[in-house]
């Protein structure tokens, strides 16, 4: 499961094929899996290919396809600085997901930057946690 690099080239748009509640984000969190027609599929998601808990989803599938490169966000003396954890600079992209290459060029999508500082604002303190292991990533919601 490859994490690339974020260029001013990389582009990135979602396909809306549900691949991400089907198995990938899953094989991270397995809490939320369950078992349809032999495949693991998210108990969130309905027949529609909609996400029953999409205001409540996990903090995974807010991010995905984006991940956060933990090295960039710990200064040298080892602290964390979690809002910076949202910066473009910071994250990767998993390039398993079809919407990898597709569409506009991510540095120039303001829509996603929104959506990453959206993500900081919410998201940020709880990082905090994580990063000095009092909480697990998975947990976030
Ligand atoms: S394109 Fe990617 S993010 Fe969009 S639904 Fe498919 S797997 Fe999920
Ligand atoms: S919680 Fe929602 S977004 Fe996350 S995997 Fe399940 S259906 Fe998909």
């Not at 490859?2 to 979602?14: A, R, V």
């Not at 600085?81 to 999508?109: M, Q, S, T, V």
Request: proline letters at 4%; aromatic letters at 8%.
């Amino acid at each position: 499961m490859p994490e690339q690099i974020i260029d001013k080239k990389t582009c990135w748009e979602c396909q809306l094929c549900g691949n991400c509640c089907r198995g990938i984000i899953l094989t991270k969190n397995k809490s939320i899996s369950v078992e349809k027609d032999g495949q693991p599929v998210c108990k969130f998601l309905d027949d529609d290919n909609r996400c029953v808990n999409y205001n409540d989803r996990p903090f995974i599938c807010c991010l995905y396809p984006f991940v956060i490169d933990l090295s960039k966000i710990v200064d040298e003396k080892g602290t964390a600085r979690p809002r910076k954890a949202f910066e473009l600079e910071n994250l990767r992209i998993h390039d398993e997901c079809p919407g990898y290459g597709k569409g506009k060029r991510i540095y120039a999508n303001k829509n996603i930057q929104r959506k990453l500082e959206k993500l900081g604002e919410k998201f940020a303190y709880d990082l905090k946690a994580v990063f000095e292991k009092k909480k697990d990533v998975n947990e976030l919601m």
